[in-house]
Every structure is written in C-alpha cells, then in structure tokens.
C-alpha cells in the first residue's frame, strides 16, 4: 500500500490548531493593549518622551538656585510643532516654573508627586475624558528635576512599527510559543485518546479471514464522524457473507447433483466386458467422480476442526493404497507402499487426511505417463509422500500449482482443484507441502504435519 499521498490526522490538527490560537491570541492581545494604551495606562505611542528631553536640555538655574527655561532651537520648534505645548518644571527645593496652559487639574498637584519616578496621569476614553500628563523625575547637570507635560503630539509610523515589535516580541511572541508547546503535547494525546476505538476496529479488520465468516468491527468508542464508515463497512462484510453462503450452496448442490448420474454412469461402464477403451472410460469417470467430490470437499474443510483426533498415518496410507491400487494397476502403474515405523500420529481429521492422500495418488496417475511404478511412502516423525516417475514439475512451476485452477498443460482434462484441495487440508492440519523431485526423476509430493504429543 502506498503512503505517498497519506496525511496525519494528528499533525494537521496541531497546524490548524496551533494557526488559529496564534492568530486568536495575537488579535485579543492587540484589543488589550489597544485599549490600555487608549486609556493611558501603558506607554503612550505619543512621543512625550521626547519633549521631557527637550525640556531637560533646557532649564537653567541661577546662582541662587532658581531655575529658568532656555529659549533652545529644540524648544523653539517643538513650540511650533505643538502650539498647546506646556510643561510644569520643579525641583526638591520647590522652586518651579511653567510655561503654556497648564491644565487646571495639573496646575495644582505642587509636591504631591515627588516621591513618584515618574508617571501617566489623566484619562481619555469615555464621554467625559480629562486631560493627561507624563510626569517624570531626569537628571541634570543642576541636579535631579521633575517635569510635567501634556501629549506629545503626532505619533511616527516608525515609533508605531518599533511598539509593535516590542509588544510583539515581549507579550504576543512568548504566549504563542506557550500555547504551541502545550498543543504539541496536547494534540497527540487527545487524538490518541479520541481514536483509540478505531484504532480496535483496525485490530479486528486485520484477523478477518476468509474461512472465519460473520466477522463485524466494533462501533464501541469510535468517534461519531467515523462511525458511518465503520457501518458502512459492516454491511460490506454481511453482503459478502452473503455472496459466500450463496456460492457455497450452488457448489454444494451442484456437486451433489453430479454424483447421482455419474455414479450410474460408473456402474453402467462397470458391468459391460474389459477393455482397453472402457478402462479409459472408466478413469474419465473417475475423474468426475473426483472433481464432484471435491467441489463437496472444498465446502467441508474448515468444519471438522472441533472433530481432530489422534489418527495414523500409516493406516491411513496402507488404507488408501489398497483402495486405489486397483485403479493404478489398470492404468499401467505398480503402486507401493512402504515405511519403516509402525505409527506416525497426528492430530487431524481421518476423513480429510485420506482425501489428501487420494488426491495425490490420482493425480500422480494421471500424470505419471502411464508407466513405471507409484510408491507413498511414510517417514519420521509424521511425513508422507507420494512419488511417481513421470516427467515431473518444473522448478518455476511448483509455486503455482497448487493454485485453484491452475494447470501445468492447457490441455489437462482436470479441473485444477486437486493439488489446492491437499493445500487446504495441509493447512487445516498446521502442516506443510512441496513438491520436490524424485529419486529416479518425477515428481515427489510431501506432507509434513506436526506430531501428535504423547500421552503419559
């Protein structure tokens, strides 16, 4: 499965939440200081700052210690820039001068402020603003002077680029890192949490097989966005069980149809005189007879697990060798059995085991070009094989032909489901086949199947 195109549910939450907290953040942060600016009480934008030191490298004082105002080129053009410029200067001894219309709520405050640094005074949001001020205690060469001024007039865009940037850096920039962080470590968390039930669901879709119908994925814990696929799913899996059950009943009366007429078919060819050519009337018969049994077959495997017992290979081989041997004889083969242990036991079905064998020992028949000898033979600790010496399997080959449908030669009369049948019940027994050569050329086809534990 490619991923090339596959998208995080867990990073494309964390983008977007993290986008929309940054800009949320950044928006009522701005509202804030917005308005506290507005209301005076964070610095001002206005550049009051700089009429304070306008102000500053302007006082004078006398040798009595009075202080005066310097009529600089500084002062001179901030009047200009300001025509309602005024200011209140006064040092720790009290002397004091003003110059400009100093409002009446300033005119009066005197001393009351000198042990304050500096400050903002005033306010201008609302139906009834009052004047403000800055005041600020500086340092001079004629000691330290505390100055009082109104608004300092037009705001720069350079002075408005250089705020924002501070407030940017100080307050916006330090929260949005916090909240990122805490989404980072959030994010995966509650997605973990809030997927956990799909992520069962996932579980249980990867044990669906095809021989354990009527499986469905659970709806409990899934979020309720992604429950629709899950049910859609579901009806998915009921439809094809569906289609299952339907299949397996045309195969099965399908099958069970032919036997009728082919057994009658069987017994007919049976009682008229031998002959070359209804001998090979009689194995196209059995043929038939094979491929009906095992189209029942196919739909029987996988329904006799809870009936494994303990059963002998060795048995089961002397068994199917007699019964067969008749039918290899008249087909030009000598068919041995041989082995050199008395049991070889495992736990499986009898019935499907023979069938496994049966099947072998058929098609080694068919292809076995009709000549030399056919021997099944059974070895330590639960192995058993059938070997012929026809011409054999080709390397490339032995893969696919235990394949549904598969034939070696386009032309083959069978039907390409013996070798995948002996597959199935291999399987169903936890075993293992090959198909490998024979001592004396041909093929050789082995079964492997876990031993039976020994009873104490």
């Excluded at 603003?129 to 865009?157: C, E, F, H, L, Y």
């Excluded at 069980?241 to 009366?253: A, I, S, T, W």
């Excluded at 069970?256 to 001998?279: N, V």
Aim: aromatic residues 4%; charged residues 20%.
């Amino acid at each position: 499965m490619t991923t090339t195109n596959a998208r995080s549910l867990r990073w494309h939450l964390i983008r977007r939440l993290v986008a929309l907290q940054a800009g949320m953040l950044t928006a009522i942060v701005l509202l804030v200081i917005g308005g506290l600016w507005a209301g005076g009480y964070l610095v001002s934008l206005e550049p009051d700052d700089d009429t304070i030191e306008i102000i500053r490298n302007a006082i004078h004082r006398s040798a009595d210690g009075r202080i005066s105002m310097q009529e600089t080129p500084a002062l001179v053009r901030q009047r200009t820039t300001l025509p309602d410029l005024w200011f209140v200067v006064r040092d720790r001894s009290g002397h004091t001068v003003s110059q400009g219309p100093v409002p009446e709520p300033f005119a009066k405050i005197g001393g009351a402020l000198d042990s304050i640094g500096q400050a903002r005074l005033g306010w201008n949001i609302g139906d009834r603003p009052r004047p403000t001020a800055r005041v600020k205690w500086v340092s001079t060469p004629n000691g330290d002077i505390q100055i009082m001024t109104g608004p300092g007039g037009s705001v720069s865009w350079r002075r408005v680029a250089s705020a924002t940037s501070t407030l940017f850096l100080t307050a916006v920039a330090p929260a949005v890192l916090l909240m990122t962080l805490a989404t980072l470590l959030a994010t995966p968390i509650v997605v973990r949490k809030s997927l956990e039930g799909l992520g069962q669901a996932a579980s249980h879709a990867a044990t669906i097989d095809i021989d354990k119908r009527g499986t469905r994925l659970p709806l409990q814990d899934v979020p309720t966005e992604i429950a629709p696929l899950i049910s859609a799913m579901n009806d998915a899996l009921r439809r094809l069980d569906e289609g299952y059950q339907r299949h397996k009943r045309f195969l099965v009366d399908a099958a069970h149809e032919l036997r009728t007429p082919i057994a009658i078919l069987q017994t007919r060819l049976e009682s008229l005189p031998s002959s070359p050519e209804i001998s090979r009337v009689l194995e196209d018969v059995a043929r038939l007879s094979t491929l009906a049994e095992q189209l029942l077959d196919l739909q029987r495997i996988g329904q006799v697990t809870n009936q494994f017992k303990d059963v002998d290979l060795v048995s089961i081989g002397r068994k199917v060798v007699g019964d067969l041997a008749p039918l290899a004889i008249s087909a030009g083969y000598e068919l041995s059995f041989e082995s050199d242990i008395e049991r070889a036991c495992v736990r499986g079905d009898e019935g499907s085991l023979e069938r496994a064998l049966t099947n072998l020992i058929q098609n080694a028949i068919q292809y076995g070009g009709r000549k030399g000898a056919i021997s099944v033979c059974v070895d330590e600790p639960a192995t058993i094989s059938v070997t012929d010496q026809g011409p054999g399997v080709p390397l490339k080959h032995r893969q696919r032909i235990f394949e549904p449908f598969y034939r070696l030669h386009g032309f083959d009369r069978g039907a390409g489901l013996g070798l995948n049948l002996v597959q199935e019940i291999v399987r169903l027994h936890d075993g293992q086949i090959a198909m490998l050569d024979g001592p004396e050329g041909g093929a050789r086809v082995r079964m492997s199947f876990p031993p039976a534990p020994r009873v104490a």
